[in-house]
């Protein structure tokens, strides 16, 4: 008698997915069960939103392909054109002289001092200033700590040089700054370069004002 009451309340497990997926079901709210009985009013309103998510998820899945690659294209398209209008921007004596100075001094001078020089240069060309106070300035735009009248010592013999036309003063300090580290070049010498640098950039600004 023992042994049969042992056995009445020995537990039996669940022996499949299906029986715990039933008691789940049972076990869920009233409004989440699935409505086991076909001909009740109820259940026709939940296979009609059933129905209608499945219709749904089709017509996403059919239309978001091709939507996706018109939109890419689209994209590629006004990529392309911001691309060309950039290309037509005309250029402007700035990014011009910016242009002349990375395709001759590049190689040897950090491009953002080339791009300040060029740029003050342009600033200045115009000013009623002595030719050795706008080489100053444009040196001072990289160096800013250097005094004007140290910088005026060294930017005479490029003033004097640009007066009569000669160019061995900027060949002299070049050459000084060619096959060498930037970083490992002395103050004196960066300045020299940037003096050079300068005195080629009014050069060319005073060459393109002279052509037609």
Not at 40 to 49: G, I, N, R
Not at 97 to 122: C, D, M, R
Not at 136 to 145: D, K
Request: a negative charge.
């Amino acid at each position: 008698m023992v042994n049969k009451i042992n056995k009445s309340k020995t537990f039996h497990p669940l022996q499949s997915q299906v029986e715990l997926e039933f008691l789940e079901a049972l076990l869920s709210p009233d409004d989440a069960t699935y409505p086991w009985n076909p001909a009740d009013e109820e259940s026709e309103t939940y296979f009609l939103q059933l129905e209608q998510q499945f219709l749904m998820q089709d017509v996403l899945d059919s239309e978001l392909t091709p939507r996706s690659e018109a939109f890419y294209s689209q994209l590629d398209q006004l990529w392309s054109n911001y691309k060309q209008s950039d290309c037509n921007t005309p250029a402007t004596p700035v990014t011009t002289l910016q242009e002349t100075l990375h395709n001759s001094f590049g190689s040897s001078i950090p491009t953002n001092w080339l791009n300040a020089i060029a740029l003050k240069a342009t600033e200045v060309f115009n000013t009623q200033q002595s030719m050795a106070e706008q080489l100053i300035q444009c040196v001072q735009a990289v160096l800013p700590t250097w005094g004007s009248e140290d910088l005026l010592v060294l930017a005479r013999p490029f003033a004097y040089a640009m007066r009569s036309s000669e160019s061995q003063t900027l060949e002299s300090v070049l050459n000084n700054v060619d096959n060498r580290e930037w970083t490992a070049l002395s103050q004196i010498e960066q300045a020299k370069a940037s003096l050079a640098i300068a005195y080629y950039a009014f050069s060319q600004l005073n060459n393109s004002q002279q052509q037609p």
